[in-house]
């Protein structure tokens, strides 16, 4: 037995045992399962093509031939959404992996929409300095942590519709063989 009216924005969950929605805070019990939003727009329950959605998250850990390349192949972190839609990161954070010996070098990393060479205003999503002597992850001669928030400027739609998140180094690396996790917290948002 399933609830057939909602209204507009309601958030339900399906249960897969029953094959129906239970609004969110009904009583009922249910399996976990999808979360679906009703599509005022369409009338429809599921994936909506003009509402955001929930706060996700991609991680990628990069070896040491990555990180060594990266100045020249940078690494994609989230794909493009699909045509009308952008990534919308939140904040990020790096865990470092010290393996025997730390990297030197000099420079930033970045987060980025679409792909390098060109870091530029436009499609920068965050700028950290990974080398820097007292707060660079990458020099650091143990295993440590960085977080960091998302957001550098005024981005144009026509630079991130349909446009993978990736990172990226404009300056090489040296030595070193640790290993190091990128985590991107998002969201996809439809363009308006």
């Known amino acids: 037995m399933g609830i057939s009216t909602f ?3 309601s958030i339900v ?4 045992a029953t094959q129906t929605f239970i609004p969110v805070g009904a009583s009922a019990n249910s399996t976990p399962g999808t979360v679906a939003v009703y599509d005022p727009a369409t009338g ?33 972190i989230v794909p493009a959404p699909g045509v009308g839609f ?3 990161p939140s904040y990020y954070y790096m865990q470092y992996h010290f393996g025997t010996l730390a990297y030197a070098g000099s420079g930033n990393c970045s987060l ?11 499609n920068l999503i965050t700028l950290y300095g990974w080398c820097a002597a007292t707060s660079g992850i990458m ?16 981005t144009p739609y026509t630079t991130i519709n ?4 990736n990172f990226t180094a404009p300056t090489a690396v ?9 985590t991107v917290n998002y969201s996809i948002l439809p363009l308006p």
């Open 7 to 9: 209204t507009d924005g």
């Open 13 to 16: 969950v399906y249960n897969a």
């Open 44 to 76: 429809l329950l599921g994936p909506s093509t003009t509402m955001a959605t929930a706060v996700q998250q991609a991680s990628v850990t990069l070896s040491s031939a990555q990180l060594l390349a990266l100045h020249t192949t940078a690494v994609q």
């Open 86 to 88: 952008y990534i919308a």
């Open 112 to 122: 980025i929409y679409g792909p390098p060479p060109a870091v530029n205003p436009t």
């Open 139 to 154: 020099v650091h001669a143990s295993s440590c942590t960085f977080i960091g928030i998302c957001g550098e400027g005024l």
């Open 162 to 165: 349909n446009v993978a998140v």
């Open 174 to 182: 040296t030595g070193g063989d640790g290993t190091l996790t990128i």
